[in-house]
């Protein structure tokens, strides 16, 4: 009878183990995984090269500004997202200009696309992503170019 109790006294130890183990694996999977697709500024990388061509309004998906880079890789079509922040930052993009993007190469459909966070041309430097890959609107200006105070709380 002795070694009866301690066979039940065992397996519900080992019972309560594996629930515990289990529970603890759970909660270390319910942590947010990280989605590939996800933009990620660890996963950023900066291209230099010369515009080849600019459109302000791209017929190619995604949808929005668009810049062909030369680079010492090739041409790469990159995705800048809101024309608008370029124009208000008189930042143009001509032919032939020098420039820096910082930004990720993030799928889409069935390839990968280039999505600009920053651009750089020469002094200037227009952000036109969030840290977590979200397009940027424009700003809001006063009648003298300033930039207005947005209204709300504060």
Not at 19 to 27: D, G, P, R, T
Not at 40 to 65: D, I
């Amino acid at each position: 009878m002795n070694d009866d109790m301690l066979t039940r006294a065992t397996t519900l130890f080992a019972g309560v183990a594996l629930c515990c183990s289990a529970a603890a694996l759970a909660q270390e999977q319910a942590k947010t995984p990280v989605h590939v697709n996800d933009y990620s500024v660890a996963r950023e990388s900066a291209l230099q090269g010369k515009v080849v061509e600019y459109s302000p309004n791209s017929t190619t998906a995604p949808m929005g500004a668009h810049v062909k880079v030369q680079t010492f890789s090739g041409v790469i079509d990159v995705h800048l997202g809101n024309a608008h922040l370029l124009a208000q930052n008189k930042l143009s993009l001509e032919p032939g200009d020098a420039i820096t993007i910082t930004g990720e190469n993030i799928p889409f459909g069935g390839g990968t696309i280039f999505a600009a966070r920053v651009i750089t041309k020469g002094a200037t430097s227009v952000t036109l992503r969030s840290k977590n890959g979200m397009p940027l609107l424009m700003n809001p200006r006063t009648a003298n170019g300033q930039l207005a105070t947005p209204a709300g709380a504060r």
